[in-house]
């Protein structure tokens, strides 16, 4: 794993702890909204599409299509510049939610728009764990 500054962690706040503890302990939580039942990722306190505050975190299944990606082999910023090349990446969860994400576990030769992807869990230091993606089986 790459050494991190902790300049390029995410800051964890009260809104998106439990989002974060469920990571490290290997669930894939997104966000529901209570008024009108849509999920959305990453999580926010607010719902965007109603702009209620009744949102919690609620489980994912974890599957996802890769939307698009784009293989990075050239970034001098740190932790970047230790995990070159990566697949930056835009996946669809199967809830409906695009988002921005890294495909590990297989060479980016191999990434085919629509491919079927499943969650997986990446340390970024002893405290945090980011969710990414990894081709299905
Ligand atoms: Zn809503």
Known sequence: MATSTGA?????????????DGYREGRFLIARCGA??????YPRPICPFCWSD????SPASGRATLYTYSTVYMNDLA?????????????DLEEGPRVMT???????A????????????QPLSDELTAP???PAL
């Open 8 to 20: 390029d962690l995410p800051t964890v706040d009260d809104d998106s702890r439990v989002y974060w």
């Open 102 to 108: 890294t495909v590990v576990g297989c060479e980016p």
């Open 110 to 121: 191999e990434l085919r728009v629509g491919m079927a992807l499943v969650v997986d869990f």
């Open 54 to 57: 009744q949102v919690a975190p």
């Open 79 to 91: 932790p970047f510049r230790d995990r070159l090349p990566y697949v930056a990446a835009m996946v």
């Open 132 to 134: 990414v993606f990894r």
């Open 36 to 41: 009108c039942g849509r999920v959305h990722h």
